[in-house]
């Protein structure tokens, strides 16, 4: 009887305090690789390809931890870059409220995976074999029942425990945080299509989703972080799949490369910018808005100084996204500087050269020279010396 009660304490491993919270770590850990290396990266955007042994792994502990299927998960993913932050978005902080995404974001995903227009419009190329459609399809719960019971008897009572914080780890990160904070608290690297957002720039916790606006803005890169400062616990599992032969990187995000001294635009000039558009204006908005707004805004004075409080970022930021109270405040701040006023529309007719898509190469060419010349007379320094650099952009090999 002792026997068994000591059994039931301890379980097989009878851990310590402490050994079980790392193990619950490592635990938790495995299944956010599982879905941001596999699920993620590998099957919705195709960045990288996987040894089957790997993906195989990774199928049968997601349905050990989650319950989750490759092709949901996989098509309503899909679904959001397709559709992001509209109406049809699955789980948009900015149609939603952050409140419900971040509260009932399991609840959206589970309404979201019995869609069947969903599963066969985004769910091509994913897993159809038997064991698939048998086992890890038909029987989700069989999965996490017996997880729960590997858990009891390797630790005891206390695997109880350890079972439903590996049931709440995914539904709280990736439903929640990422899916909801995601889109709606952060930095922003890029000025993307969306409201992504980066959460952190040290992506460790989940697996580098926190590096979410990058990922937005370069979807099909097998690599979250851009900027030297940001980390990519994912990537780093990525490299070292690579070294083992277990993983194959297809894509990352190109980095731009700048010949200096170039005299003047031209069609590779062009192909470089469409390439590296969003770099473009990232540099655009450290370089030019930054400092011009800096310096202006030292020079107001008393009665117009309240015009600058809060407004550095209206000036790069989307409109899309923007409230009442921003779309006046921009206004004002413009109608009031006509410095501000000049490197605002410089930078809209900036990227209004790349969107419109009606025009050919030629007369995107003529547009760019054009822009360039007009950013030369503008007296503006800091606009003069991003022409400068502008001028030097070279297209990039993509990695294949």
């Given at each position: 009887?002792?026997?068994?009660?000591?059994?039931?304490?301890?379980?097989?491993?009878?851990?310590?305090?402490?050994?079980?919270?790392?193990?619950?770590?490592?635990?938790?850990?495995?299944?956010?690789?599982?879905?941001?290396?596999?699920?993620?990266?590998?099957?919705?955007?195709?960045?990288?390809?996987?040894?089957?042994?790997?993906?195989?792994?990774?199928?049968?502990?997601?349905?050990?931890?989650?319950?989750?299927?490759?092709?949901?998960?996989?098509?309503?993913?899909?679904?959001?870059?397709?559709?992001?932050?509209?109406?049809?978005?699955?789980?948009?902080?900015?149609?939603?409220?952050?409140?419900?995404?971040?509260?009932?974001?399991?609840?959206?995903?589970?309404?979201?995976?019995?869609?069947?227009?969903?599963?066969?419009?985004?769910?091509?190329?994913?897993?159809?074999?038997?064991?698939?459609?048998?086992?890890?399809?038909?029987?989700?719960?069989?999965?996490?029942?017996?997880?729960?019971?590997?858990?009891?008897?390797?630790?005891?009572?206390?695997?109880?425990?350890?079972?439903?914080?590996?049931?709440?780890?995914?539904?709280?990160?990736?439903?929640?945080?990422?899916?909801?904070?995601?889109?709606?608290?952060?930095?922003?690297?890029?000025?993307?299509?969306?409201?992504?957002?980066?959460?952190?720039?040290?992506?460790?916790?989940?697996?580098?989703?926190?590096?979410?606006?990058?990922?937005?803005?370069?979807?099909?890169?097998?690599?979250?972080?851009?900027?030297?400062?940001?980390?990519?616990?994912?990537?780093?599992?990525?490299?070292?799949?690579?070294?083992?032969?277990?993983?194959?990187?297809?894509?990352?995000?190109?980095?731009?490369?700048?010949?200096?001294?170039?005299?003047?635009?031209?069609?590779?000039?062009?192909?470089?910018?469409?390439?590296?558009?969003?770099?473009?204006?990232?540099?655009?908005?450290?370089?030019?808005?930054?400092?011009?707004?800096?310096?202006?805004?030292?020079?107001?004075?008393?009665?117009?100084?309240?015009?600058?409080?809060?407004?550095?970022?209206?000036?790069?930021r989307d409109q899309r996204f923007f409230k009442h109270r921003h779309k006046d405040r921009l206004a004002n701040l413009t109608a009031h500087n006509h410095t501000?006023?000049?490197?605002?529309?410089?930078?809209?007719?900036?990227?209004?050269?790349?969107?419109?898509?009606?025009?050919?190469?030629?007369?995107?060419?003529?547009?760019?020279?054009?822009?360039?010349?007009?950013?030369?007379?503008?007296?503006?320094?800091?606009?003069?010396?991003?022409?400068?650099?502008?001028?030097?952009?070279?297209?990039?090999?993509?990695?294949?």
């Amino acid at each position: 009887m002792n026997e068994i009660l000591t059994f039931l304490s301890q379980g097989l491993l009878a851990p310590g305090p402490w050994t079980l919270v790392l193990i619950t770590l490592g635990l938790t850990h495995i299944t956010i690789v599982s879905v941001t290396v596999y699920l993620h990266r590998y099957s919705a955007h195709r960045a990288l390809e996987l040894h089957p042994a790997l993906k195989h792994f990774f199928r049968f502990w997601l349905w050990m931890t989650t319950g989750m299927g490759t092709r949901a998960w996989t098509a309503i993913h899909r679904k959001h870059h397709a559709r992001c932050d509209s109406e049809e978005d699955p789980h948009s902080p900015q149609v939603l409220g952050i409140r419900k995404v971040l509260r009932e974001g399991a609840e959206l995903y589970q309404a979201e995976a019995v869609n069947q227009e969903t599963l066969d419009k985004y769910g091509a190329g994913c897993p159809n074999d038997w064991i698939e459609r048998n086992v890890y399809e038909k029987y989700t719960v069989l999965g996490i029942t017996l997880m729960g019971l590997i858990n009891v008897a390797l630790f005891g009572v206390i695997g109880v425990t350890v079972w439903a914080i590996q049931m709440m780890w995914i539904p709280i990160t990736a439903a929640g945080i990422i899916n909801g904070i995601g889109h709606y608290w952060g930095y922003r690297n890029f000025e993307c299509t969306d409201a992504s957002r980066n959460v952190l720039p040290w992506g460790i916790l989940i697996g580098g989703e926190e590096l979410h606006n990058n990922h937005h803005t370069y979807p099909s890169s097998a690599k979250l972080s851009v900027r030297r400062f940001e980390f990519d616990m994912g990537w780093a599992w990525i490299r070292l799949f690579e070294m083992l032969h277990l993983a194959k990187v297809k894509k990352v995000a190109p980095k731009p490369i700048v010949e200096a001294g170039k005299p003047s635009v031209d069609l590779d000039t062009l192909r470089a910018l469409m390439q590296h558009r969003f770099q473009v204006m990232a540099h655009y908005r450290r370089t030019v808005i930054k400092p011009v707004f800096n310096q202006e805004k030292a020079r107001a004075c008393d009665a117009t100084r309240g015009l600058y409080h809060r407004a550095h970022k209206l000036l790069h930021r989307d409109q899309r996204f923007f409230k009442h109270r921003h779309k006046d405040r921009l206004a004002n701040l413009t109608a009031h500087n006509h410095t501000l006023a000049t490197i605002y529309d410089y930078r809209l007719r900036l990227q209004e050269i790349w969107s419109q898509t009606s025009r050919n190469s030629s007369e995107m060419l003529d547009a760019l020279a054009q822009w360039c010349r007009d950013a030369e007379e503008s007296g503006i320094h800091a606009l003069q010396d991003f022409v400068n650099t502008l001028k030097g952009y070279q297209v990039a090999k993509v990695r294949v």
